[in-house]
């Protein structure tokens, strides 16, 4: 593939404390507010920690609607029940993606490795209208059916939705069309990857640091507070912990490396450009239908019976 113009990148964040489920310590990469500019995609937690103290506690059963929520595992292992009656764990470098659709209840438990660490990220990716009240659906995938892909300079690929090299990652049938990946590059290599012109395109950082475009000669930006848009039209520099958001100017990205290696996640996905009301673990087109949505939980007519 000929590949023209690599895409520039529009922003750099870092994420903020929060807690959540009860009494959960995660890093909120974006979330709420930062929706319109990661469109099709919410939420991105990373909720690593080496404390279990600061996870343990999980997330009790608790509804969606209107979302899918997708949890990467990369140490630890967490329980996992549902409204469908799914009951699994998932182990390190598994994944769980869950369509809830019209509604579905669960709970997420984390467990720690040996040495009480837990490491992952867990992504929420919007619905279309016309997919908001859909079966829920529930996708367990082992690290053994991901595949691996090595391309040349020894950079690494992990494969869990899209398509790359002529190979298909696990999940598909998904309505935004994503491409989901967990690469490593190693040390003073660049790396050349065609996205689609059509999709939203992000990189979140896990380990190691790498310029993150095209213009690798100027000095590194700051990472900024995340509150402020900025332009960038040539790169940053960023370590773990962040997340770049490119523009739609480009057919490719430019990642290149210097004296260490770098692990991150890139995310791609087709834009909705649709309204969104959204509220805790709940997000639909309209005020009504959100409204609609808990009363329906508060009345017990939240999940449909035929569904289970």
Same mark, same amino acid.
């Given at each position: 593939m000929?590949?023209?113009?690599?895409?520039s990148?529009?922003?750099?964040?870092?994420?903020?404390?929060?807690?959540?489920?009860?009494?959960?310590?995660?890093?909120?990469?974006?979330?709420?507010?930062?929706?319109?500019?990661?469109d099709?995609?919410l939420?991105?937690?990373?909720?690593?920690?080496?404390?279990? =103290?600061h996870?343990l506690?999980?997330f009790?059963?608790h509804?969606?609607?209107?979302?899918?929520?997708?949890?990467?595992?990369?140490?630890?292992?967490?329980?996992?029940?549902?409204?469908?009656?799914?009951?699994?764990i998932?182990h390190p470098g598994?994944i769980q993606w869950?369509?809830?659709?019209?509604?579905?209840?669960?709970?997420?438990?984390?467990?720690g490795?040996?040495?009480?660490i837990?490491?992952?990220?867990?992504?929420?990716?919007?619905?279309?209208a016309?997919?908001?009240?859909?079966?829920?659906r529930?996708r367990?995938?082992?690290?053994a059916?991901?595949?691996?892909?090595h391309?040349?300079?020894?950079i690494?690929?992990?494969l869990?939705?899209?398509?790359?090299?002529?190979?298909t990652?696990?999940?598909t049938?998904?309505?935004?069309?994503p491409?989901?990946?967990?690469?490593?590059?190693?040390p003073?290599?660049?790396?050349?990857f065609?996205?689609?012109?059509?999709?939203?395109?992000?990189t979140?950082?896990?380990?190691g640091s790498?310029?993150f475009?095209?213009n690798t000669?100027?000095?590194?930006?700051?990472i900024?507070?995340?509150?402020?848009?900025?332009?960038?039209?040539?790169?940053?520099?960023?370590?773990?912990?962040?997340?770049?958001l490119?523009?739609?100017?480009?057919?490719?990205?430019?990642?290149?490396?210097?004296?260490?290696?770098?692990?991150?996640?890139?995310?791609?996905g087709?834009?909705?450009?649709?309204?969104i009301?959204?509220h805790g673990?709940?997000?639909?087109?309209?005020?009504?239908?959100?409204?609609?949505?808990?009363?329906?939980y508060? =009345?017990?007519?939240?999940?449909n019976?035929?569904d =289970?």
């Amino acid at each position: 593939m000929i590949m023209n113009k690599p895409r520039s990148i529009k922003r750099v964040q870092k994420g903020k404390p929060v807690t959540e489920g009860a009494g959960v310590h995660l890093n909120r990469v974006f979330g709420y507010s930062d929706a319109p500019r990661f469109d099709p995609f919410l939420l991105l937690d990373d909720f690593t920690s080496n404390d279990p =103290q600061h996870y343990l506690m999980g997330f009790p059963w608790h509804p969606h609607r209107g979302i899918e929520t997708v949890t990467y595992l990369l140490e630890g292992s967490i329980e996992h029940r549902d409204s469908l009656g799914n009951n699994g764990i998932i182990h390190p470098g598994g994944i769980q993606w869950m369509t809830a659709g019209s509604g579905i209840i669960h709970e997420e438990m984390p467990l720690g490795s040996n040495e009480g660490i837990i490491a992952g990220f867990q992504l929420w990716v919007n619905l279309p209208a016309s997919d908001k009240l859909m079966p829920p659906r529930y996708r367990d995938i082992p690290a053994a059916d991901i595949p691996e892909l090595h391309q040349e300079h020894n950079i690494t690929l992990r494969l869990i939705s899209g398509t790359v090299d002529n190979t298909t990652g696990p999940v598909t049938g998904i309505a935004v069309d994503p491409l989901f990946l967990d690469v490593i590059i190693p040390p003073e290599t660049a790396w050349n990857f065609p996205v689609p012109g059509d999709h939203a395109v992000f990189t979140y950082t896990i380990a190691g640091s790498a310029y993150f475009s095209h213009n690798t000669d100027t000095l590194p930006f700051d990472i900024v507070d995340g509150t402020n848009y900025f332009d960038m039209e040539t790169n940053a520099l960023t370590g773990s912990q962040t997340v770049v958001l490119y523009d739609s100017d480009g057919d490719h990205l430019h990642i290149e490396t210097s004296e260490e290696p770098v692990r991150f996640l890139l995310i791609a996905g087709k834009p909705l450009d649709e309204p969104i009301a959204w509220h805790g673990p709940i997000v639909m087109n309209t005020e009504e239908e959100l409204r609609q949505a808990f009363d329906d939980y508060e =009345q017990g007519r939240f999940v449909n019976e035929s569904d =289970q």
